[in-house]
Structures are given as C-alpha cells and as structure tokens.
C-alpha cells in the first residue's frame, strides 16, 4: 500500500515538475513602457497623492519581478553553451595556435553564447529601469513623509484652535445623535431589531459574563490547578491564567460590539466608532495586564521587575494612562474616517490629539524614571542581571526624553513630531515589555530564575539546552520584533519588503552572491553535518572503541580526529550546498596564507603540532609528564594547546608547539611501570653489608616493587657525613612513586632503630676563647656592685657611665677573640 501511494505521488508530481519547467514568464513590454511614461510624468510633477504613489509603485514592482525572472530563465539558457565552451579549456595565448576544428567549434560556441546573453541584457535592463523608478518613488515619499514630521503649524494652546476643536467635536456628536435618531424612527430596521433581539440578549449576556467575572474565575482556576503541581508547571499555568484575564475580557467587548452592530441604530459614523470600541478596549486591558504581570506579585512567582512597593500602584497607573492614550487616539482616527474626511474634524485632530500627548507624555516620564533608577540599583546586586540592568537604564532615559520632549514639540505646533515621539516610544514600551513578560515564561518553563547567582558547573545537562532553547528564542523574538519596531517609528510595509528583496538576492562577492538563503541553507547544512559529527563521536566513544584493544589516549585520539575530520567536511558541504565557487577564492586564500605567515603563524604552529600530538601520540590524556617546572597528568589535548593537571591540582595549559619543540619527561608513554630511587645515608660506624642486607629486605618487602628485574642496593660512596645508600626498584606503577618512597621510608627508619644503626646528621661545635677572663670579669663585677649599693643606695651619674663603658668595652674584646668552627663528627648528639 505504501509502494502504490508513492507511486501515485511521483505520477503526479512529475508530469507537474515537468510542466511548471515548460512554463516561461511573460513580460508585456507594450505596458510597461507605458507605465514607465507615466511615472516619469509624475516623478516630474511630483503632485500625485501618496495614494496614486504606491499604487504606481506596486505596477513597478511587478514589472520588476517579471524582468528578474526572464533574466533568470535567459541564464538557464547559457549554461549548456558555457559549459561546452569551458570543455575547450582556455583560449590559446597571443602567438600561440590550436586545432583548425577547435578553433572553429570555439568561434561558433562564442557566437551562440553572445545570442543567448542578449535576452540576459535585455531583461537586466528592463529590470534596472524599473528598480530606478522604484527608487525614486520611495525617495518622494521619504521627502514627503520627512516634511510633514517636521512641519509647524499652529499651537494647540491657541484659544481659536481649541474653540474650532470643540465646536467640531460637538457637531460630530450631533450627527452622531442625528443618525441614531433616525434609525431608531425607521419601521424596516425596528423590524430588523425586533428579529434580532433574541440573539442581541445572548451576546450581551455572554459580553456582561466575560467583561465582569472572567478575571475572577481565571483567577480561581489558576489557583486551582497550581495548587499541587510543580514549579514550571505552575509557572506554565500562572501565566495561562494570567494571559486569560486579557483575553477573555478582550473577547467580552468583541461580543458586546457585535450586539450593538445588531441593533442597527448606527450609519457610518456610528459604525466606525464602535469598530474602534474593539481596539481601544483590547488597548486598556493590554495596559492593565502588562503592568499586573511586570509588578505585581503571584501566589507562584514574585514580579518579573522587582521595584518598591510603593511605586507599584503610581506605575500601574502610568501604564493604564498610556492604554486610555491609545484607547482615545483609535477612537478619534475612527471619527475621522466615519466623518468622511471632514476638513473641519481632520484640523480639529491636532487640538483633541494634544491632551492624549500630555497624558502619555507624563506616564512615559514616570515609568522611565522608575525603570532607570530600578535598574541602577538592581544592577548593583550581586544576583542582579548586568544586561537586564542596562537594557532597562537605557529604556528608561528615552522613555523620560520622549514623555519631556513630545509634549514640548506639540505645544509649539510640531504636532507630527510629538504626536510620532510619544505614541511611537509608547508602543515600543508595550512590545518591548510584552515579549520580555513572554521570554521570562520561556525561562520559568526551562528553569531560568532571570539572575546569575547560580554557577553554569551547577546546571545539568537539561538546563543547559534549556539555555540553549532560550538563545533561539530570544533570537527568534529580537527577528519578529524589530520589523514590528520599524513599523512603529514611521517606516512602510513596501521599505520592509525592500529590505527582504535585499536579503534574499543577495550581496555580490566577486563572481558570488551571497544572499540570506544561501546562508540560511549554509547554517542547515553545518548544523546537520555538526549534529552527524558528534552522534558518530558519541557512538566511537560509549560503543564501539571501548571494545577494542585500544588504550584510552588512542581512544581519545581517534574521536577527536573524527570531530576535526566531521566538522571539516560539513564546512565543506554547506559551502557547496550554497552554490560558491571556491576557485574565485584563490586571491583571498593567498592573502590570508600571507597574513598566517607573519601574525598567524604561532596558531599555525600550536595548530600543526596538536594534529602530530593526535598521529604520533608522544603523550596522551592520562600522561604523567613533566615539562619545564610543570609536573601532573594530561587531562585535555586539542587543536591549539594541552592541559596539564598538576599534583596541586592546578591547570597548566601549554601550546603545542612547546610539546613538540621542546624536551618532554613522559612517565607513563610505553608502560606504568617506573624506577623509584630511595636515598639512604648510616654512620661510619656501621657494616655496609648488614646496612645492604636490610635495605634490599625493605625494597623486596614492598608490595609495589617488582621483583624481576628486582630492586638493587647502591653504596653511592663517603660522604662528608655518612656512608650514602641508595635503593633502586621498579615500580608495578609509577604514579604510586611518592607513597612508595615514603612506604620506604618508614620500614627503613623502623629496622634501623632495631638494628641499632644510627642515621648520622651534621653537628656544629662552639669554641669560645678567654673563657677564664670572662669569668673573672664575671666575678668582679658581681662583687664590686653589691658594695657600691650598700654604700649608697643611688649610684651616681658618673659611676653609671663608667660601669657601662666597662661593659661595652669587654664585649667587643669577646667578639673579637670569639671563633666559630665545625666539626664533622659522625657521634650523634656531640656539642
């Protein structure tokens, strides 16, 4: 069944194919001269509406498109004959010849490619043209657009400018009230009403139910639901819940403007002011949920923006004040459009739109007042996000510019360029917010607290692709918001679609063009080959080598190998899926060969000698090495340098080319095996035979020594203190050298206390000179001062000098005939 279900799929897929290949565009020609005429005439006059523009403007582009593919279908048309003529090779140089029949087939190929190329011409030129025209439109309308920002008119405050908006204002009420009361006066919609009516009572219950007790009955089912549930479960239903107190409200006033729409009581004006009821309602419950969800606390979660208590409720406000601005702002543009452009109520708009600049104004103020002071101290704390922090700072600055500035420039008759600055920073305000509440959901689901206390070692395999589906979102978010953005501060639909057409022909590199597509198939391609890659290391390293005789550095080697090889390999196909030509790199590939030759060429080197470290394996992870001063384990070999794990358990990471070039002490390469050399030093006293005996006793008794070859005992020679010993043995495994040694050590101190052989140490004697005067002079001085003390109780000045002088003259006569000597005794304890 599957064999004939694909089976019919290609049936009918083929003869498709095959069809949409035969299908060439048509470009009417007659037409687009005529429209090219048209244009030039109103490019000329520059009197046409913004309105004729665009629509003159899209013929453009459409001719445009059709230009761009007959020039794509001509190039298809060239490649046979292109092909044929590079199968010829390169045309002989000036003096040189070839084959009659080559050199005429050349001649003919080179006539059917000059026809082939002419259409190629022909449509680039038609294309060129209209992209022309195009270019000019937009510039007109940018100069349009550009002077009405900054054109002045007459201030709001005018007394006669406020008169002339309210005495608009009240006549469109009046014909409000006019319209309503006629067609509640007409017998055909009362009998339209009177059908209705049954369904009208539905929807408005259903509005009052859903603009009244929906937000408590979210509230309570939320509560409901997270009651037992776990912490990103609960986050997921905080913010369902939450985003259902804005829906479903928002859903209510739909309803309820269905209804009156049912009721037929309004004509034009009336229809468009309750069409506008729906936008400024969701504009009020959009504020209001923006400003619960930022400040206010959850019984799940804390506020997304931690500010004072205190500010909570004046921030709130200023947030719903913005939500009434747009709120009112939708409502006057629907008046507009239902007065049917009234020249009265569209000079009007200026006056009645300054309040709403004012209002805005003061909240953009507030908040960002709030947000830049917030930030700076948020950013100070030790779990606060620096970036967050900053990104908030530099909000909260322009959002206090814009609330100080906009009202300035309205005030003084710029209304344009208030009315842009406020109600454009304000809706950034609202986006920006919107899809920061929806990227900390992102992070409440994968675990990110919006803090960078916790350290990236703590994080578990989960967390960090969690992380890494928070990048891509984020990403994604900045890609949809930014063309929203530009939409908000003046720019058009048509520049947006000039930006993409851009990206997707392309940049010219040379002969290449790059375009977005062909990146975007570059990163698909390397992604798949990067994915590959790693499942295959995965595979060698958990499966497949842990079965073979292979130590664990060859191990090691070969799926690092495979990783360099896999990623080379996918660089390659996704360059090759991108259509570039590499042979048109060659100029730059030898300017960087330059560039690796003078202030590369160390990289290059650690590069070469980590793929030498990788073949020839002079080392490997797990090593016990010593390079230099540096003695550990090798724990990491890569493209550019190694760690080194020191016996301090520090990471020394040495280049390669330090490996290769210099003098390495490998330990460990060819076995674990390894000699300890154990010095010993006895008495003079003491039988080198019994001393050798013992020795060789302890050595063998070591369970970490070989026995064949066996230990070997060195009488090393005399020493200027003792007969010097040295015990040689090889060690089953070098790494336990240090315990060995002490092992050692301990069993050697131990037998020699029970031989009663002595372990000799350096002595040091004193001999002191005129030892008999300095005991006389002891003596005398001993007597002689009880006397002078009994013949008066307080020495003079004068015999106090004199006994001091005495003093220091016998001791520098002691220092003088003071000598020092050694003395090379083997007894121990001699003085």
């Not at 565009?25 to 913004?50: G, H, I, M, Q, Y």
């Not at 003061?362 to 950013?379: K, Y």
Request: aromatic residues 8%.
């Amino acid at each position: 069944m599957k064999r004939l279900f694909l089976t019919l799929v290609l049936l009918v897929a083929l003869p498709l194919a095959a069809f949409a290949q035969t299908v060439e565009t048509t470009f009417d020609k007659p037409a687009f001269e005529s429209t090219v005429e048209r244009a030039n005439e109103v490019l000329e006059s520059a009197t046409a509406s913004d309105e004729a523009l665009e629509q003159l403007r899209k013929q453009l582009v459409s001719f445009r498109s059709s230009a761009a593919e007959l020039k794509e279908q001509a190039l298809t048309k060239t490649e046979p004959v292109q092909d044929r003529l590079d199968a010829l090779g390169a045309p002989p140089a000036e003096g040189e010849s070839e084959a009659e029949d080559v050199a005429a087939l050349r001649d003919q190929l080179n006539k059917e490619l000059d026809k082939a190329k002419a259409p190629v011409k022909a449509a680039e030129d038609l294309y060129k043209q209209a992209d022309g025209l195009i270019t000019q439109i937009d510039e007109l309308m940018r100069h349009r657009s550009t002077a009405r920002l900054v054109a002045q008119n007459e201030s709001p405050l005018d007394p006669r400018q406020i008169t002339a908006a309210i005495s608009a204002l009240v006549a469109f009420n009046a014909e409000l009230w006019a319209e309503v009361t006629a067609n509640l006066s007409s017998e055909n919609r009362a009998s339209l009403r009177i059908g209705n009516l049954m369904l009208v009572a539905v929807l408005l219950s259903i509005a009052l139910v859903l603009l009244l007790r929906s937000r408590v009955w979210s509230r309570r089912v939320q509560a409901f639901f997270s009651r037992n549930a776990s912490a990103r479960t609960a986050a997921l239903y905080g913010f369902i819940g939450s985003l259902s107190q804005l829906v479903l409200p928002a859903f209510g006033l739909f309803v309820l403007v269905q209804a009156l729409l049912l009721l037929d009581l309004f004509d034009l004006r009336g229809y468009f002011i309750l069409r506008s009821l729906g936008i400024a309602g969701f504009s009020l419950y959009f504020a209001s949920w923006l400003a619960r969800s930022l400040f206010v606390a959850t019984s799940n979660q804390g506020p997304l923006i931690e500010i004072d208590e205190s500010l909570t409720g004046p921030m709130k406000r200023s947030f719903l004040a913005l939500g009434l601005m747009f709120a009112l702002r939708a409502m006057l543009d629907a008046a507009a459009v239902g007065s049917g452009q009234s020249p009265a109520f569209l000079a009007a708009i200026p006056t009645l739109t300054f309040p709403l600049i004012v209002v805005g104004g003061i909240a953009l103020f507030r908040i960002g007042r709030v947000l830049a002071s917030e930030a700076q101290v948020a950013g100070k704390q030790e779990d606060g996000n620096p970036f967050l922090g900053r990104v908030a700072t530099i909000m909260g600055n322009i959002c206090v510019a814009a609330g100080v500035a906009g009202p300035v420039l309205a005030a003084l008759g710029f209304d344009s360029a208030g009315n842009r600055l406020v109600f454009s920073t304000a809706a950034s305000l609202l986006l920006i917010t919107g899809f920061y509440i929806f990227f900390r959901l992102i992070g409440s689901l994968t675990g990110y607290t919006g803090n960078t206390a916790t350290s990236a070692g703590d994080e578990d395999e989960s967390q960090r692709y969690g992380a890494l589906f928070r990048v891509a979102v984020g990403f994604i978010m900045i890609c949809i918001a930014l063309p929203i953005l530009a939409l908000i501060w003046g720019a058009r639909v048509v520049d947006l679609q000039e930006v993409w057409l851009m990206a997707r022909d392309g940049i010219a590199f040379g002969d290449n063009r790059i375009s977005l597509t062909d990146f975007l198939t570059f990163v698909l391609v390397f992604s798949i080959g990067y994915t590959i890659t790693r499942i295959l290391q995965s595979a060698l390293r958990t499966t497949v080598l842990p079965n073979t005789r292979l130590d664990s550095g060859g191990q090691n080697a070969i799926v690092t190998g495979t990783g360099y090889v896999g990623i080379f390999f996918a660089a390659l196909a996704a360059i090759t899926a991108t259509g570039l030509d590499l042979s048109n790199l060659a100029i730059v590939a030898g300017a960087l060969s330059v560039g690796i030759g003078f202030g590369l060429q160390t990289i290059v080197s650690n590069f070469v000698s980590g793929i030498i470290l990788l073949i020839e394996r002079p080392i490997k992870a797990g090593d016990w090495i010593e390079v230099g001063t540096y003695s550990g384990y090798v724990r990491k070999i890569s493209v550019r340098s190694t760690e080194v794990e020191t016996f301090d358990r520090a990471s020394v990471v040495i280049p390669n080319a330090d490996l290769i070039s210099g003098t390495v002490t490998n330990w460990t390469h060819s076995s674990m095996a390894g000699r300890v050399r154990v010095p010993v030093g006895v008495s003079y006293g003491s039988d080198p035979r019994h001393v050798e005996k013992i020795l060789l006793e302890v050595a063998e008794s070591h369970p970490m020594v070989l026995l064949d070859p066996g230990p070997a005992i060195m009488f090393m020679g005399f020493g200027a203190d003792s007969l010097d010993f040295e015990i040689r043995a090889i060690l089953r495994d070098v790494n336990w050298m240090l315990s060995a040694k002490s092992d050692m050590n301990f069993e050697i101190f131990k037998r020699f206390s029970e031989e009663g052989i002595e372990i000799p140490f350096a002595q040091r004697d004193v001999f002191i000179k005129n030892l008999d005067d300095l005991k006389k002079y002891s003596d005398s001085s001993g007597k002689e001062k009880p006397e002078a003390q009994d013949a008066d109780s307080t020495p003079s000045k004068d015999d106090a000098n004199a006994e001091e002088q005495r003093k220091h003259s016998a001791a520098a006569k002691d220092n003088e005939d003071d000598t020092v000597g050694d003395d090379g005794g083997d007894a121990p304890g001699k003085v």
